[in-house]
């Protein structure tokens, strides 16, 4: 996708209604012969309880191996956001993050950590990736603390 024909990046856009309706969008990777890595990290994520409508507040971290196509980061950004208005589960939000980047991207390797915050006195913390760490790259640590309270 030329940078032409991205509808987000330099104009004044709206948080979107859902994140079903959140549109993500793509640009070529200009390194596609190099394995490299590629990180984001939103320590701010929120969405809500799917069941109490309280909200819930995770760290998310991506990191993925980029194959010929890199995420937009501004789409990204706005799909995250589309998230704080809507009732999910801690699990299905970030299986149906890594998901819709998975659809989109075709990365050679993706993961995700789900690093959320305590709700009624526990923290549920949720990981997936596509497969083994791509050999001979250097992935490091997702870099968050486990859960530990006040003390």
Request: aromatic residues 12%; positive net charge; proline residues 9%.
């Amino acid at each position: 996708m030329a940078k032409e024909r991205l509808t987000q990046l330099g104009r004044k856009t709206p948080l979107p209604r859902s994140s079903a309706a959140a549109v993500l969008e793509r640009v070529p990777n200009t390194h596609a012969g190099t394995d490299y890595v590629v990180r984001f990290t939103a320590p701010e994520f929120t969405t809500l309880c799917r069941i109490t409508g309280q909200p819930d507040f995770a760290h998310l971290v991506i990191d993925y191996v980029p194959h010929r196509y890199l995420i937009e980061s501004k789409s990204l950004k706005l799909f995250f956001g589309s998230f704080r208005n809507e009732g999910h589960f801690h699990e299905d939000t970030t299986i149906a993050i890594a998901k819709r980047l998975i659809a989109l991207l075709q990365p050679k390797w993706l993961r995700i950590g789900g690093y959320w915050y305590p709700r009624g006195g526990m923290p549920i913390d949720v990981f997936f990736q596509t497969g083994p760490t791509p050999e001979g790259l250097w992935v490091p640590d997702q870099g968050v603390a486990p859960y530990r309270g006040r003390g």
